[in-house]
Every structure is written in structure tokens, then in C-alpha cells.
């Protein structure tokens, strides 16, 4: 069975090494978008969470292994900075579900709930 990663780079036409590059700008919210390439250079490591999280999906064969990483990620501690939770200048993990469907088969299971509640 291919990964998102195959799947992802047949449809884009890109390698894999274009592939975390790509999904990230794919992913990320429309609003961060302006300033994510100043963040990038003032604070190297503030997307490190999202590069993480395309990197655990990119071998995914089956939706329910994205949602699991999606899980794991909205459960790493570096999601606390106000910037990243109140103002969205992350990844959305909506958008990366709803390409990852582009692209995988659902699993056997439903879903989780999504997103995750933050009260």
C-alpha cells in the first residue's frame, strides 16, 4: 500500500524531499502565512511541533495513523505558547486531515472526535 507521502508526490508532482516543504505551506493557516518566514528566521525551532507532525504522517498508509498523530500532536506541551493556541500560527490540522482524505483510505474505525477540547 503507498504512503501519504507517495500518494501526496504522484498528485503534486514533487519528490519526497520537496514534501515536507510543500504540506507545510499547504497546511498552514491563512492568516500566518505573512509573518511564518519571519518566525522562521527569528525563532528557528517555534514550527519544529509541525514539521514533526508532517514527518510522523508522511509514512501513513491509513487515515486512522494520521488521526493518531494528529492526537499526539495536539497532546505535545509546546502547543501552550498563546501564539500557537489562541492566535493559529501553526499548521491546522483540519487542513492535513482533510488532504491526508484526499489521498488514504479511511480506516476500520470512525474517527475521534476533532479537535480536541481546550477548556
Known amino acids: 500500500m503507498k504512503t501519504f507521502e507517495e500518494l501526496f508526490c504522484e498528485a503534486n508532482k514533487c519528490t519526497p524531499a520537496e514534501f515536507p516543504r510543500r504540506l507545510f505551506w499547504k497546511c498552514l493557516y491563512r492568516h500566518a502565512l ?9 525563532s528557528p525551532k517555534y514550527f519544529a511541533p509541525d514539521r514533526q507532525l508532517i514527518a510522523d504522517v508522511r509514512r501513513a498508509d ?24 489562541k492566535g493559529n500560527v501553526r499548521v491546522s490540522a483540519r487542513r492535513l486531515i482533510n488532504l491526508a482524505r484526499e489521498y488514504l483510505p479511511a480506516s476500520g474505525s470512525p474517527p475521534p472526535p476533532y479537535p480536541p477540547s481546550r477548556n
Open 34 to 42: 505573512p509573518i511564518a518566514p519571519l518566525l522562521m528566521v527569528v
Open 62 to 85: 491509513k487515515m486512522n495513523q494520521v488521526w493518531e498523530e494528529v492526537r499526539q500532536y495536539f497532546a505535545d506541551s509546546t502547543h501552550r505558547p498563546w501564539l500557537r493556541r
